[in-house]
Each structure stands twice: as structure tokens, then as C-alpha cells.
T-cell receptor, first 114, second 114 residues
Framework: AQSVTQLGSHVSVSEGALVLLRCNYS??????LFWYVQYPNQGLQLLLK??????LVKGINGFEAEFKKSETSFHLTKPSAHMSDAAEYFC????????????FGTGTRLTVIP | GAGVSQSPSNKVTEKGKDVELRCDPI?????LYWYRQSLGQGLEFLIY????????KSGLPSDRFSAERTGGSVSTLTIQRTQQEDSAVYLC????????????FGPGTRLTVL
């Protein structure tokens, strides 16, 4: 079965600083990996995903993530934080054994300090 | 185009009552998922529909929970004899296929059981 661990339930960065949100996964087969963002009182929006091919994937709003098989990681980064990046971020791995449902991490709430 | 819609956006009910939550997926999407988002539990998979196949109910927490999908489109999640621990945000997602396909999420229904 798949699982996801997000280190740090809360992360605070200054505006303009690097954003690094950590995600480690567990999967017995090559995973599909996703990062979603959730703004207050809204549903989840896909930031980026890794399926196959290039291990560095770029998403919306300047975010990117790198799939590192040897480290079983898929950390999310953004070079320069913006106030509008304040939200909750969820890493997810897709179940390839049947339902194709997503297994989510517990989320990381990002605060951007002006 | 229209995204995934859910109704109602908020539902307050008394313990022991039954509730129905509705999801309208994106037109043409064959896959539909229900998730539950609650404090301390993160996002949990509940049930998955794919086309005309039998649904995967492996994530339903008890037999008080059931769901159906009529005509391969609209889905209803029913919770019978609601309990306070059922209070959560119920999210619906749809997807054009499986594999690495993105799941598009609705805004959710916030259920409060008094």
C-alpha cells in the first residue's frame, strides 16, 4: 500500500524567501506523485504531478518538484515566496493496484510573512 | 467549462439523522471519487466509481455510509444515523481516466453533526 509523509505541519517563510515543503512516499511500485494546494474554503487544485519521464516537474505559480527515487522524496520548492502562496499544501501518491484513488499526506500549512 | 460542483456547501444536522451529499462531476469524466477531510485525519479516500463497473467501497468507514452514481454522472453520498465523528468536509473529485490523470476536486460540503 502507498503512504505519504509530509514533514512539518506548519511552515513559515518570509516574502521573497525560498519555499521548501517536504514529502516522502512509500510505494512498492513506481508511483505517480502529485502536489495539490488548498486555499481557505476551497477545494484542492493541482500544482504539479510526476508520472514518468523527467524527474524535475514544473507546475503552476512558479512551483516545481523533483522526484528522487533513491530518497523516495518529492519535495516542493519555489524560489521566491509570494503572499498569495499562503495556503495548505498536500502531497499525494496514486494507488496503482486498483482504485486509482490518491493517498494524501496530512498537509503543510504555509504562512508567508511580509 | 464548469468544474466539479457539490451541494449543499454546508450542512448542519442532528445526531441520528440521515444526510445526502451531491456531486456533479465534470461532463465526460468517467471516474468519480469521494474523500473526507477532517481535523486530525487529513484526507481519506471513501469510494470510487469508474464507468459502469462496480464501485470500490474499500474506504467507507462503516455501513452507515453508502454512495451511488446514476447514469455514470451525478453521485450521491448518503450517511445514515449520523454521528458527531462524521463531521468533516466531504470532497468529490472526478477524472477523465486513470493512470496519471489529474483528479479535479469540487469545493466540498462541510457537514456538522450536532
Amino acid at each position: 500500500a502507498q503512504s505519504v509523509t509530509q514533514l512539518g505541519s506548519h511552515v513559515s517563510v518570509s516574502e521573497g524567501a525560498l519555499v521548501l515543503l517536504r514529502c516522502n512516499y512509500s510505494s512498492s511500485v513506481p508511483p505517480y506523485l502529485f502536489w495539490y494546494v488548498q486555499y481557505p474554503n476551497q477545494g484542492l487544485q493541482l500544482l504539479l504531478k510526476y508520472t514518468t519521464g523527467a524527474t524535475l516537474v514544473k507546475g503552476i505559480n512558479g512551483f516545481e518538484a523533483e522526484f528522487k527515487k533513491s530518497e523516495t522524496s518529492f519535495h516542493l520548492t519555489k524560489p521566491s515566496a509570494h503572499m498569495s502562496d499562503a495556503a495548505e499544501y498536500f502531497c499525494a501518491v496514486r494507488d496503482q493496484t486498483g482504485a486509482n484513488n490518491l493517498f494524501f499526506g496530512t498537509g503543510t500549512r504555509l504562512t508567508v510573512i511580509p | 467549462g464548469a468544474g466539479v460542483s457539490q451541494s449543499p456547501s454546508n450542512k448542519v444536522t442532528e445526531k441520528g439523522k440521515d444526510v445526502e451529499l451531491r456531486c456533479d462531476p465534470i461532463s465526460g469524466h468517467t471516474a468519480l471519487y469521494w474523500y473526507r477531510q477532517s481535523l486530525g485525519q487529513g484526507l481519506e479516500f471513501l469510494i470510487y466509481f469508474q464507468g459502469n463497473s462496480a464501485p470500490d467501497k474499500s474506504g467507507l468507514p462503516s455501513d452507515r455510509f453508502s454512495a451511488e452514481r446514476t447514469g455514470g454522472s451525478v453521485s450521491t453520498l448518503t450517511i445514515q444515523r449520523t454521528q458527531q465523528e462524521d463531521s468533516a468536509v466531504y470532497l468529490c473529485a472526478s477524472s477523465p481516466g486513470t493512470g496519471g490523470s489529474e483528479q479535479f476536486f469540487g469545493p466540498g460540503t462541510r457537514l456538522t453533526v450536532l
